[in-house]
């Protein structure tokens, strides 16, 4: 048993006791933050006269070391040590001896954790919002080539209006920049260092804790050193941001699924992202739309845990919080995945541009703006609703579209009704006259997408 305390106690850990409270299985995660940490204390001890100038190179080679090794695989990461931090250290003291035991001055273990799980946080923010940004990109390119690609819009699940393929894809476009910039606010939000806070009381020695921080990047030291040790809000946050990420992704992989499907056909999902059946030949099954639907319960479930592992600690630090690693490691990981993977299936998907545009000319996406043409003709709207109402009853009867009815027809209904109706109420029209800004007509359309392209040279 490898750990950094023990002097005040008369016998040796359980070994199950042990076991429960080694973090080393999954912290090893964080042997680069540790030692980038690490580096930059005995970096600042140095410049406040608390290390030689001999004691911190020898200590910053050690590290280094011991990193690059690492990293080539020819030193491993035992579980005989505690955690991290006691590799880390033991490992450095066995190498360079006196000088590796002064590493820790001025130093807790847990502002040292606290130190490292944000750094470690800190960088799968930036790392996100790259997979974000790729996302973006891919549903911009969709929007720019489909402005003119006719579908039918829902409420309730059922047919309401016309619109374009552009349009419904400029609607997960907002869900996703919005996603970005909550990260960007994290990040501020995040961006100070608890490093030099001690156990929760500070130290003694005259640290630097200004510069410390400005060394690791950090916009300054963080101002309360109970808080310090003891914050895990922006653990909350993070997660809080990637249940998000997760919900926006479930939603675009369910409507995924629908128009998969072989009454919709909007969608073909492209062979290298798809499954098959053990027993059914014929099956071509859009198994990414549903994992990563799936898999949105499991980040679900690290925040909820987080939550509920916070929510009755009194402070300052307690051994509770080793469990905001586990769940965090691996909810980035699933929406690492899930973002690359939702990708690359959207941008090697293919739209049935033709079968999308007959869906919208069912269903009576337009009769919003027959009422509409009524209402132009001096109808009063509420007048013109029943109307149309009764219009899509008889359209009903007959199995027909209300732009399918004669003009005899419809003048029986509405003596009103002119020749001029059906380019009223065509596809074509009754898109492109929606121009108000975040509307589907072409040129609101290419207004959204210059600022769009805007937003995204940004990140």
């Known amino acids: 048993m490898a750990q950094l305390w023990g002097g005040r106690f008369t016998k040796q850990t359980d070994q199950m006791v042990y076991d429960f409270n080694a973090s080393i299985r999954f912290d090893k995660r964080l042997l680069q933050q540790d030692i980038e940490g690490s580096i930059a204390h005995v970096v600042m001890l140095e410049k406040q006269g608390i290390l030689t100038c001999e004691e911190k190179d020898a200590i910053v080679k050690g590290l280094t070391e011991i990193r690059e090794e690492v990293e080539a695989g020819r030193l491993d990461i035992s579980t005989q040590y505690e955690d991290v931090h006691s590799f880390v250290e033991a490992t450095l003291i066995d190498r360079i001896g006196d000088a590796g035991k002064k590493m820790h001055t001025g130093r807790s273990r847990n502002d040292q954790v ?257 009422a509409d043409y009524l209402v132009g003709k001096g109808v009063p709207f509420r007048d013109a609703h029943g109307i149309i109402g009764q219009l899509v009853l008889h359209c009903l009867d007959k199995g027909c579209a209300i732009d399918e009815l004669s003009i005899e027809e419809l003048q029986k209904i509405s003596p009103v009704f002119e020749a001029d109706v059906y380019d009223a109420i065509s596809l074509k029209t009754c898109v492109e006259k929606r121009l108000t800004t975040g509307g589907p007509g072409r040129q609101a359309m290419l207004d959204t997408i210059e600022m769009q392209k805007a937003y995204l040279n940004t990140l």
């Open 114 to 370: 606290a130190l490292d799980m944000k750094l470690y946080v800190r960088g799968e923010v930036l790392a996100i919002q790259e997979e974000l940004k790729e996302l973006l990109t891919t549903l911009l390119h969709l929007m720019e080539d489909n402005l003119e690609t006719y579908m039918p819009g829902f409420t309730h699940l059922q047919k309401a209006q016309p619109t374009t393929l552009a349009h419904h894809m400029g609607a997960y476009f907002e869900m996703f920049k919005r996603d970005a910039q909550r990260l960007q606010d994290i990040y501020r939000r995040m961006n100070y260092c608890p490093l030099g806070a001690g156990a929760f009381a500070g130290t003694t020695y005259p640290l630097d804790r200004t510069y410390t921080a400005s060394l690791l990047g950090f916009e300054g030291p963080t101002l309360n050193s109970m808080d310090s040790v003891s914050d895990r809000d922006y653990v909350i946050e993070f997660l809080s941001a990637l249940s998000t990420i997760m919900m926006h992704l479930s939603r675009f992989s369910e409507e995924i699924i629908i128009w998969n499907s072989n009454e919709y056909r909007f969608v073909e999902v492209d062979d290298a992202f798809s499954t098959g059946s053990s027993i059914m030949p014929q099956k071509k099954n859009p198994d990414i739309a549903e994992l990563v639907r799936g898999k949105t319960g499991r980040v679900y479930g690290a925040l909820v845990s987080i939550l509920t592992t916070m929510k009755g600690l009194p402070l300052a630090y307690n051994k509770d919080m080793q469990e905001d690693k586990e769940v965090t490691f691996d909810a980035i990981d699933t929406v690492k995945d899930c973002l690359r993977l939702f990708d690359g299936m959207l941008s090697t998907m293919k739209f049935n541009h033709e079968i999308m545009e007959k869906s919208a000319m069912k269903g009576f996406t337009n009769a919003t703006d027959a």
